[in-house]
């Protein structure tokens, strides 16, 4: 079987492709060529070499996450999880969970939850990559990541059908809840990240989940924020 149609222009180099997913090109994958990538190829990577990668646009792109980042997204599952649990509401993926949003984008948020309404027999899919759009997406930004690369997240996530997506930045102690690419609420570490409708009455105070990193980090970044968004406090 031969490999599909490239998704990009044939005559682009890895500087044109990392500018278009505004990702650093140690994260591109070089095989298969950019462009040409498919699911088969995400899972083989999985698979043989246990990296994790997310398709765009025929692109495999490594995702990156530190302990720092692991242990957070550790600890939003379980509050998270014992939260859902109680009250059997849906299910939860972590990072290896694949989600195909759209054809051609195959995502893996840090975690993600999903309804049990929207699950055929509320009953969890068997396929490793389902043909399912979760209600709630989690990324936990690490050093790894450009404002550009989340910008284009959000807009995959929310015409694929997500209602609600979280950004946690463990390095400057806040977080960020989207309803809307453009709609965004800044919430401190003083303050918790909320379910909204998707998980009605679930809080998360930031300060519990930074808890166990160091007081003051050496150097706190302070990533630009997406044009376009606005502050919905």
Not at 42 to 60: F, K, M, P, S
Request: hydrophobic share 40%.
């Amino acid at each position: 079987m031969g490999r599909a149609k490239p998704t990009l222009p044939r005559n682009w180099t890895f500087a044109d492709v990392r500018k278009h997913l505004g990702i650093p090109l140690y994260r591109i994958r070089s095989f298969p060529a950019p462009g040409t990538a498919t699911e088969r190829d995400l899972l083989a990577v999985l698979d043989h070499e246990d990296r994790l990668c997310e398709l765009i646009d025929g692109v495999l792109v490594e995702k990156t996450m530190g302990l720092k980042e692991s242990m957070i997204a550790s600890e939003i599952n379980r509050r998270m999880g014992n939260f859902v649990m109680e009250r059997g509401s849906g299910i939860l993926t972590v990072t290896d969970g694949f989600w195909r949003l759209l054809p051609g984008q195959v995502r893996a948020p840090d975690v993600a939850f999903i309804s049990f309404d929207r699950l055929p027999n509320r009953k969890a899919p068997v396929e490793p990559i389902p043909d399912l759009v979760p209600d709630l997406a989690v990324e936990v930004i690490c050093a790894g990541n450009t404002w550009k690369e989340l910008k284009r997240k959000l807009k995959d996530y929310f015409v694929a059908g997500v209602r609600l997506v979280w950004f946690i930045d463990p390095d400057n102690r806040r977080g960020q809840i989207y309803t809307a690419p453009d709609e965004m609420r800044l919430v401190t570490e003083d303050e918790a990240m909320d379910g909204g409708d998707v998980l009605p009455g679930f809080q998360l105070p930031l300060r519990e989940l930074f808890a166990l990193l160091p007081d003051e980090p050496p150097t706190r970044r302070r990533p630009k924020r997406p044009r376009g968004t606005t502050n919905g406090r």
